[in-house]
């Protein structure tokens, strides 16, 4: 059974920093791509963060010099370091795992964790 457990979201004023967690199991997660999708209220989810089986990485350009997407293998586990928080950056943060089969791929989900910016 796939699991995907986000962590680490809350409330945090403007300026200021979180750190998402996402912990994965029943996937073979070394060669998954990992994603952070956030969606807002109202609003399209859109894709944040990517982290490559190599440690490529890529962000939205809102995003870029802020937030910083790492993975630690050994852990199973994601991070996205969000610094110089925005009121613009709450949503509903989503990790997402892309795992390749053959010549699929197959998306998983967490549940989501809440981040709240205040101005």
């Known amino acids: 059974q796939v699991q995907l457990m986000e962590s680490g979201g809350g409330l945090v004023q403007a300026g200021g920093s979180l750190r998402l967690s996402c912990a994965a199991s029943?996937?073979?997660?070394?060669?998954?791509?990992m994603n952070w999708y956030r969606q807002a209220p109202g609003k399209q989810r859109e894709l944040v963060a990517t982290i490559t089986r190599i440690y490529s990485t890529n962000y939205a350009d809102s995003v870029k010099g802020r937030f910083t997407i790492s993975r630690d293998n050994a852990k199973n586990t994601v991070y996205l370091q969000m610094n110089s928080l925005k009121p613009e950056d709450t949503a509903v943060y989503y990790c997402?795992?892309?795992?390749?089969?053959?010549?699929?791929?197959?998306?998983?989900w967490g549940q989501g964790t809440q981040v709240t910016v205040s101005s």
């Open positions: 997402n795992a892309r795992e390749p089969r053959g010549i699929r791929a197959y998306d998983y």
């Open positions: 029943g996937i073979s997660f070394g060669i998954s791509a």
